[in-house]
């Protein structure tokens, strides 16, 4: 969940629970001061009761309007005196129905007598206006929440602009390029930090790929040297002295691991090429005809091993180095013919937008880091360089290379357009 997102919600439900309290408070304070005023209204009428009886000796007729009542009740009993408010219900007989009012029940003395006296007073206006007023305080709570979802919604975004254009910035980073974290104009401490520590970051970690890569390079082309004089001097200690079988099979052993070391060196020095980019040959490749000649190439380690080959090619047009796709090619078929066993064959199905290299072998699936680099097979006499150098040439130019175990064939399968 995002961080506007969340906070939008918290925001909302916090104003939403204190719109809904002060909306109560409200209501209650309202309704309170309406009853206080009837409560007025009616302590006005009973003392217009009293003072009438006073003056006339006698009590005013009783009386029934729409919004008021008034009756009395002679009390048995003058010792007591009487004097409450009280919410209750009255019948409006010009409407024929029960409405809401507020009584006021007191006592008045006349002639040696207690009456007591009864005085409703309609609700319904002070019910009206407390709905009106319910109403007009929910339509402002929802306008404010709208108004608050939608200065969320757009303040909030401009408002974290700068955080996602570095994060972006971010995501989008390549070390390859060098290129700077540009930083977003902002009035905000915290975005200003993030934009200084973001460079600072990736100064820092230019600064460390340049010397890691300076090292890169300088111990490939370093070492070339040294192995190519071991090369040659074993060359030439094998052509000027015989030897004894044992020592025959020592120098033997030192001349492959020599040319092992040599084939490493160089494949380590193309798997930084290719991760700098440094192979710029960028051309249109009719790969239908690439892998016809590939095949040609092949064809006496087919014949060698007793392998039988399956061609499906379609047109197939690709932007890439033919350096690199000839690199490709030679890896996915080396690793076709040399985990094949005699007799087995090798499909390989050149479509429009993928190519497909399938081969027979050990019925068993391979180690899911098989494009991890020197991951191998106990078994197997290479590097464990190939498959890594043949992803890393596929993510150059963003294709995507699978592998999979179906039909007892291992399968490796490119999509030039993923």
């Known amino acids: 969940m995002k961080l506007a997102t969340r906070y939008n919600r918290v925001n909302l439900l916090a104003s939403l629970v204190v719109l809904i309290i002060t909306g109560i408070i409200y209501y209650t304070v309202i309704h309170f001061i309406l009853t206080e005023k009837l ?5 006005v009428e009973e003392d217009e009761i009293i003072q009438y009886a006073k003056h006339y000796g006698r009590l005013p007729l009783p009386s029934s309007y729409i919004d008021q009542q008034v009756y009395y009740r002679e009390l048995r009993d003058t010792s007591i005196d009487v004097r409450k408010f009280h919410y209750t219900e009255y019948l409006n007989a010009k409407e024929h129905e029960t409405e809401p009012g507020r009584s006021l029940v007191t006592s008045v003395s006349l002639n040696g007598k207690k009456y007591e006296v009864t005085i409703i007073k309609s609700r319904v206006e002070s019910e009206d206006l407390v709905r009106i007023i319910l109403l007009i305080t929910l339509g402002v709570t929802i306008i404010l929440l709208l108004a608050l979802m939608l200065i969320n919604r757009f303040v909030l975004n401009r408002l974290w602009k700068p955080f996602y254009t570095i994060l972006n910035q971010m995501k989008t980073y390549e070390l390859t390029k060098m290129d700077d974290i540009v930083q977003e104009p902002t009035n905000i401490d915290e975005f200003r930090e993030l934009n200084r520590s973001a460079n600072a970051m990736a100064a820092r970690v230019k600064q460390d790929y340049k010397e890691l890569k300076s090292f890169a390079d300088n111990a490939s082309h370093e070492m070339m040297t040294p192995l190519a004089i071991i090369n040659s001097k074993l060359d030439s200690l094998l052509q000027t002295e015989s030897f004894t079988a044992e020592q025959g099979e020592i120098l033997e052993d030192i001349y492959h691991g020599v040319g092992r070391l040599f084939r490493l060196n160089q ?5 930084a090429k290719i991760e700098n980019n440094l192979i710029p040959d960028l051309q249109e490749i009719a790969m ?17 091993d007793g392998l039988v080959l399956h061609l499906e090619l379609a047109p197939c047009t690709v932007q890439m180095s033919k350096y690199l796709a000839d690199i490709l090619l030679n890896n996915l078929l080396s690793n076709a013919i040399r985990h094949n066993h005699n007799g087995g064959t090798v499909e390989i199905k050149l479509q429009a937008n993928s190519l ?6 050990k019925n068993v699936a391979l180690d899911k880091q098989l494009f991890e680099r020197f ?30 175990y179906q039909d007892q064939r291992h399968r490796f399968t490119i999509n030039f357009k993923p």
Not at 356 to 361: D, H, K, P, V
Request: proline share 0%; net charge negative.
């Open 267 to 271: 494949s380590l020095l193309l798997l």
């Open 39 to 43: 409560d007025k209204d009616l302590a």
């Open 288 to 304: 239908e005809e690439l892998v016809a000649n590939k095949t040609r190439q092949f064809q006496e380690l087919f014949e060698k």
């Open 356 to 361: 497909q290299i399938s081969n027979t072998g």
């Open 375 to 404: 991951s191998k097979s106990a078994a197997s006499e290479g590097m464990g360089l190939g498959l890594a150098i043949g992803k890393q040439i596929c993510a150059l130019y963003g294709f995507a290379i699978s592998y999979a």
